[in-house]
């Protein structure tokens, strides 16, 4: 069974610009929830999808949507880029509940 | 604020020692777990604990579970340099989210 896949692995952005993400989680996983990782601030939750519902959402700016599609794979936008938006971004996928994650290797974004 | 807060930050011992990291937590909670997160890549769960027990074995893991002190520990015996790493502990608070500590770093040393 292949794991949780996230596109791209590199990216590089400068500040104004917006980007989008992917995440393709295990099959069968219906349920797919996003997390920022800086040094300073650790793992901070984005969003979770569950068939193509968002079920709860972080506190994070407008910034910052997402959207889950009816395969499951899931996008995660941010639009005019910040500085401080430089950080590995996580996906993550789970059956139903959150017992259990299975995590993508995350998309490296740095905004110059 | 976070909801998990883990000590040590950073713990390095010699390898074929236990390591022990704990994690204590703020609010009520549905159960907790521990993840495992080697450089710069994604994170890989290693046990759950719910709130009704105690303590738990998996392999060389052991975790504990005290809610009425919110807090929890998780023990690796017998360490090996693979185990080189961070270590997470995450709570399930019925949101549809985990609520992350800010992780301990783990080195093993041969």
């Known amino acids: 069974k292949a794991g949780v896949t996230q596109t791209p692995r590199y990216l590089i952005k400068t500040r104004g610009q917006q980007v989008t993400l992917s995440c393709s989680p295990i099959s069968g996983h219906r349920s797919v929830s996003w997390y920022q990782q800086t040094p300073g601030q650790g793992l901070q939750f984005l969003f979770e999808?569950?068939?193509?519902?968002?079920?709860n959402k972080g506190n994070f700016p407008g910034r910052f949507s997402g959207r889950q599609f009816s395969n499951s794979r899931s996008e995660m936008n941010v639009s005019t880029l910040e500085l401080g938006d430089s950080a590995l971004y996580l996906c993550?996928?789970?059956?139903?509940?959150?017992?259990?994650?299975?995590f993508g290797s995350g998309t490296q974004l740095s905004v110059l | 604020s976070q909801q998990g807060e883990e000590d040590p930050q950073a713990l390095s011992i010699q390898e074929g020692e236990n390591a022990t990291m704990n994690c204590s937590y703020k609010t009520s909670i549905n159960n907790l777990q521990w993840y495992r997160q080697n450089s710069g890549r994604g994170l890989v769960h290693l046990i759950l604990i719910r709130s009704n027990e105690r303590e738990k074995h998996s392999g060389r893991l052991r975790v504990t579970l005290d809610t009425s002190k919110k807090s929890s520990s998780l023990l690796i015996t017998a360490s090996r340099a693979a185990d080189t790493a961070s270590y997470f502990c995450a709570t399930d608070i019925g949101a549809q989210k985990l609520v992350f500590g800010q992780g301990t770093r783990l080195t093993i040393n041969p």
């Open positions: 999808y569950f068939s193509e519902t968002q079920r």
């Open positions: 993550a996928s789970s059956t139903t509940s959150q017992e259990k994650l299975f």
